[in-house]
């Protein structure tokens, strides 16, 4: 990440990972409005939330889509399976979910408390 006058920001969660350009196409008859208006464009991001376990095996994927829009700031949505990751190194063997369960693991609670305060 960039380094400014104040220092570097370190990435914790979500480091490794991928981006690409994608592009909305609308064909029409749905009732998508919101984030889909005036999108054509954008980014999505392939990400693991920690380096993969390959011994137990682990991995926690995730997922975030940002649309570019004509005259609206940029809108975006981030998904994932659980925080406490899955038992395949399969990245798609689960359904990413914008509404994720309860960690189950005592030391992830504080990133849960985190998360619950950005959703609505």
């Given amino acids: ?3 400014y006058w104040d220092g570097c ?3 914790t969660i979500h480091a490794q990972g991928d981006v690409a350009k994608i592009e909305w196409k609308d064909f029409g ?3 998508y409005t919101g984030m889909f208006r ?3 464009a954008g980014y999505a991001r392939l990400s693991v939330a920690k380096p993969p376990d390959t011994k137990t095996p682990n991995l926690a ?3 975030a889509i940002k649309l570019l829009r ?3 700031d940029s809108a975006n949505f981030v998904s994932m399976f659980s925080v406490d990751g899955q038992d395949t190194l399969d990245f798609f063997a689960n359904d990413f979910k914008n509404h994720i ?4 693991s005592i030391a992830l609670k504080p990133l849960e408390a985190r998360f619950a305060t950005q959703t609505l």
């Fill in 1 to 3: 990440m960039a380094c």
């Fill in 9 to 11: 920001r370190n990435k």
């Fill in 29 to 31: 008859g749905h009732p």
């Fill in 38 to 40: 005036g999108a054509d």
């Fill in 61 to 63: 994927p995730g997922m």
């Fill in 70 to 72: 004509d005259s609206a």
């Fill in 101 to 104: 369960p309860d960690a189950t």
